[in-house]
Every structure is written in structure tokens, then in C-alpha cells.
């Protein structure tokens, strides 16, 4: 019992003692600035977005000090902290660009304060693509439009979330590229 106790003991201050201190942690980061530019470069295409990205990296990897393990390749880590950021950002601007970049997809939820007679000829075509929809993408879609929350309407459907939220998002998709097309 003692000696479980003492290894236990011994292997909590191997741990301790083989721990990169914060500051050896933040000179190693910096001293591979010029590589993380580098990639962030080679991922975006344009200097003052990879910069951008540089710096949310490193932040990101100075605020995560405590996950990164010792004897590890914090270079392949800093990359992986980079690749996922951007790969999210993309993923967040393509998902607004989608969803609210057309003036037409504006107007038909009724984010715009003003009735022209060419808005009312808009909102009259909107809705019947909506009609040309298949069922079951038209009624979740139908339902959130009119202020059912996600969890409402796979109760009243019987379905589960994920499924709701990806016929609502395939709906959104098709009526966009309808629009786009007109």
C-alpha cells in the first residue's frame, strides 16, 4: 500500500517536473511565428487575414496552455488550433452568407420595413417556391418561419432535432438558389 502510494507520489512530480513552464511555452509559440504565418497564409490566401488568423492562434494556444501536454508536438497542435479556427470562421461566414445575404430572403422574413409593389411581387414568388417544396421540407420550414422554435416543432412532428433543423436548412438552401436563379 505504501509503495503504490510513493510511486503515485513520484509519478505526480515526474509529471510536475517535465511540465513546460508558461514562459518556455510563450518563447516556443513566438519563436514559430513566421511558420504559423506561414500556414495561416497558405490557408486564407490574403496577408492581413492570415495575420488575423496568426493571432488567433496564438491566443487561442496561450489561453489553452493547461490542455497542451508535455512531450508533444506543439507545432502539429498550433497547426490543428489554426486549422480548426478557420475552418469554424468559414463555416460561420458561408452559413450567414446563406442565410441572410439576399435581399429577396430578407424581405420574405420580414426584416425589411417597407411594402413597394415589386417587394409584394417578391413575397408572392417566395412563397410559391415554398409551395413547390416537398412536404416534408415545407412544413418544418413553414413552421419556423412562423416562430416555432426548433424543439417545437419536432414535438409536433414527431421527429427528431437534428432532422427538423436539417430539413429547415435544406429548405433554406434550395429556396436560395431558386432565388439566385430567377
Excluded: C
Amino acid at each position: 500500500m505504501k509503495r503504490k502510494i510513493a510511486i503515485s507520489l513520484f509519478n505526480r512530480l515526474i509529471k510536475k517536473l517535465n511540465k513546460m513552464t508558461a514562459f518556455e511555452f510563450k518563447t516556443q509559440i513566438l519563436s514559430m511565428t513566421d511558420m504559423i504565418n506561414a500556414f495561416a497564409f497558405k490557408l486564407t490566401r490574403d496577408e492581413d487575414n492570415a495575420k488575423d488568423l496568426t493571432q488567433e492562434t496564438i491566443l487561442k494556444a496561450l489561453v489553452n496552455y493547461d490542455k497542451f501536454r508535455t512531450n508533444t508536438n506543439l507545432k502539429a497542435w498550433l497547426k490543428v488550433i489554426m486549422k480548426n479556427t478557420f475552418i469554424n470562421a468559414y463555416r460561420k461566414k458561408s452559413n450567414s452568407m446563406m442565410s441572410y445575404n439576399s435581399e429577396d430572403y430578407r424581405v420574405m422574413i420580414g426584416e425589411t420595413n417597407y411594402y413597394t409593389p415589386e417587394n409584394q411581387m417578391m413575397f408572392e414568388h417566395i412563397w410559391k417556391l415554398i409551395d413547390k417544396l416537398d412536404d416534408y421540407l415545407k412544413l418544418p420550414f413553414v413552421m419556423h418561419y412562423e416562430g416555432y422554435k426548433y424543439h417545437e416543432i419536432a414535438e409536433k412532428m414527431n421527429l427528431p432535432m437534428g432532422t427538423v433543423k436539417s430539413r429547415i436548412f435544406s429548405a433554406r438552401k434550395i429556396l436560395s438558389k431558386s432565388l439566385n436563379n430567377a
